[in-house]
């Protein structure tokens, strides 16, 4: 019986699904939201929080953390310049999952793993590409 192991096994030994994980943990940071199926998102999930948390305890310790987890120097400069300061008065619940529908060759059950407060970025840069596309300038209506 499998009582009291938790965590999704998403068809993979061991070390293959830790490395799935890391590298869905590495892009949440980067890119700060993913499209992946709905249980490797619910499996990522608590690993990003835990990383956002590493990063609100910025120490040497931490860093190396961090660093041992996550696959690129970009990601661990990035959760502990940009992420860490934008969470430090956030309790917890870092990250959002959003059911995205179905995947057209399987069917399997989409999510939209993204980190609370990105949608105001994905806005703006269709806003930009938006206005690009018309031919107007994003800056020069500031300037007026």
């Not at 999930?45 to 120097?73: E, N, Y």
């Not at 399997?108 to 206005?131: H, I, N, P, R, Y």
Request: no cysteine; charged share 35%.
């Amino acid at each position: 019986m499998r009582h009291r192991k938790g965590g999704a096994k998403l068809g993979r030994n061991p070390a293959h699904r830790r490395a799935t994980l890391r590298n869905l943990v590495t892009n949440v940071i980067e890119r700060e939201r993913i499209e992946t199926t709905l249980a490797r998102a619910r499996a990522a999930r608590p690993l990003v929080d835990r990383m956002i948390s590493l990063g609100k305890r910025d120490s040497l310790h931490t860093r190396r953390q961090a660093a041992a987890f996550l696959q690129t120097p970009q990601a661990v400069k990035k959760l502990f310049d940009v992420l860490a300061p934008r969470f430090a008065e956030r309790p917890g619940g870092y990250t959002r999952i959003v059911r995205a529908g179905w995947r057209h060759g399987d069917n399997a059950a989409v999510a939209l793993l993204e980190l609370v407060g990105s949608e105001m970025k994905v806005k703006e840069t269709k806003e930009k590409k938006g206005k690009k596309a018309k031919g107007e300038e994003p800056e020069a209506e500031g300037k007026e």
